[in-house]
């Protein structure tokens, strides 16, 4: 799994796939799919152990796919490897190969088996899982906060609550995402950029009912670096709608749920666009109404040991909020780390 996880934040929206050839209990070469378009994780495997490929057992972390995509099916290159066995911890879920690969690979005269490391495998490539199955993004909520759960004094001052341990980090977040969220309420009192520091072409997207974003805001300014989507309602100023569109900004007309843009349709317009990963950043009312659509998987929240205190102090969730505690999302804590004095909580919602 360690393999399949190096293409972490570039192969999207294939899946994570790595990939071991061995014989005689002798690893003999390995591989992973690299970035979107290029050689799977099999067919690396296979071209760098060449002859020797012939009778040896291949252990990868997907169901080999049957298909034509970007890519000649991984399952032809197999067969003609002279590959003995097969070993995959799960089957592909998407419906144009689930189950085929293996078909295909039996009808060559290839030994099959699924299902070790499955719950690992699936873990690996829970985003992927989540598309093709809904064919939305899987969503994770990014936020920084004080013990007390505030994001920003009752003056507005939020710069900075976490250290720079934390805050490197988190921005490496974005590297591994297809689009970063945020409402316009951020753009207007942060300007950030949002762009990832290494990863090239994440899409970033803005929450903006009315269309109050500057024109001068950062993230308008530089569209040769990274696409800008902003979503609106029908009710927004249409001459601030044409100058975006100007500027090279993405600009798409959403339905409105309680004056907001409509969570539900922005989902399905990103899984249109094939955003598999989406990172949300705030701030705490665009979070809130994601927790409140139930649209959060999973959270990255950084604690600073501060208390900020103030009733009109921002926190990292906010929103309408529930009525009875049991209507509160569960978080599943996975891991609890030191960074310096701050912790980062990362966990699943259930």
């Known amino acids: ?55 040896a057992t291949l252990y990868v972390s997907l169901e080999p796919c049957s298909h034509w995509g970007k890519t000649p099916p991984c399952t032809q290159k197999i067969i003609k490897a002279g590959i003995k066995k097969v070993i995959a911890a799960t089957l592909d879920p998407n419906p144009v190969n689930s189950g085929k690969g293996i078909e295909e690979l039996q009808k060559g005269g290839i030994e099959t088996e699924v299902g070790i490391l499955k719950e690992e495998a699936e873990k690996v490539n829970e985003a992927f899982l989540k598309f093709m199955k809904r064919r939305i993004p899987f969503v994770i909520v990014k936020a920084a906060a004080s013990l ?9 001052e939020s710069k900075w609550i976490t250290n720079e341990k934390s805050r490197r980090l988190a921005h490496r977040l974005r590297d591994r995402v297809d689009a970063i969220l945020v409402g316009v309420n951020t753009i207007i009192r942060d300007d950030p950029s949002l762009l990832p520091p290494f990863k090239k072409n994440s899409a970033r997207i803005v929450l903006d009912s009315s269309l109050r974003i500057p024109l001068k805001a950062r993230i308008l300014q530089d569209q040769d670096k990274a696409d800008t989507f902003v979503f609106t309602t029908l009710w927004s100023d249409k001459d601030k709608l044409l100058q975006l569109e100007k500027k090279g900004i993405k600009v798409a007309i959403m339905g409105e749920e309680d004056g907001k843009v409509g969570l539900e349709e922005v989902l399905k317009k990103l899984g249109e666009l094939e955003i598999m990963n989406l990172l949300v950043e705030g701030g705490g009312e665009v979070i809130g109404s994601f927790f409140e659509k139930r649209s959060v998987d999973k959270i990255f929240l950084f604690l600073a040991p501060r208390i900020i205190g103030g009733r009109g102090a921002l926190t990292w969730v906010e929103g309408k909020g529930v009525d009875f505690l049991k209507e509160t999302p569960f978080i599943e804590i996975n891991s609890v780390k030191k960074m310096g004095g701050d912790f980062l909580l990362e966990g699943h919602v259930r």
């Open 148 to 156: 007390d759960g505030k994001i920003a004094t009752y003056k507005g």
């Open 1 to 55: 799994m360690s393999l399949a996880k190096k293409g972490e934040g570039k192969v999207s929206p294939n899946p994570m796939v790595g990939a071991v050839l061995a014989k005689n209990e002798t690893i003999i070469a390995q591989g992973y799919h690299r970035y979107f378009g290029g050689p799977h994780a099999e067919v690396e495997t296979i071209e760098k152990a060449k002859a020797k490929a012939k009778g």
